[in-house]
């Protein structure tokens, strides 16, 4: 999970193979629409062992307001 840098604070969530490129490329302007225009940190992560585990982990942590506040009261 990312998080935004500039006055209004906003998440996102993603998967990728590579963490710190792919964060490269969002503060870069590249990437996921929603991304762009915006400079992002790192808030959580975690590693799991398959694509599809992954983008059933990324479903869950985007739609369960309630974990994503938790990790973001965290940081």
């Known amino acids: 999970m990312l998080k935004s840098l500039g006055k209004k604070k906003v998440t996102y969530?993603?998967?990728t193979k590579n963490i710190s490129e792919r964060i490269k490329l969002h503060n870069s302007g590249k990437g996921a629409k929603f991304t762009r225009g915006r400079q992002w940190t790192l808030i959580y992560?975690?590693?799991l062992t398959s694509k599809s585990e992954a983008i059933?982990?990324?479903?869950?942590?985007k739609?369960?307001?309630t974990f994503r506040k938790k990790i973001i009261n965290k940081n």
Not at 56 to 61: A, G, K, P, Q, V
Request: glycine share 6%.
């Open 45 to 47: 992560k975690e590693k």
């Open 56 to 61: 059933s982990r990324e479903y869950y942590i």
């Open 63 to 65: 739609k369960n307001r």
């Open 13 to 15: 969530v993603g998967y």
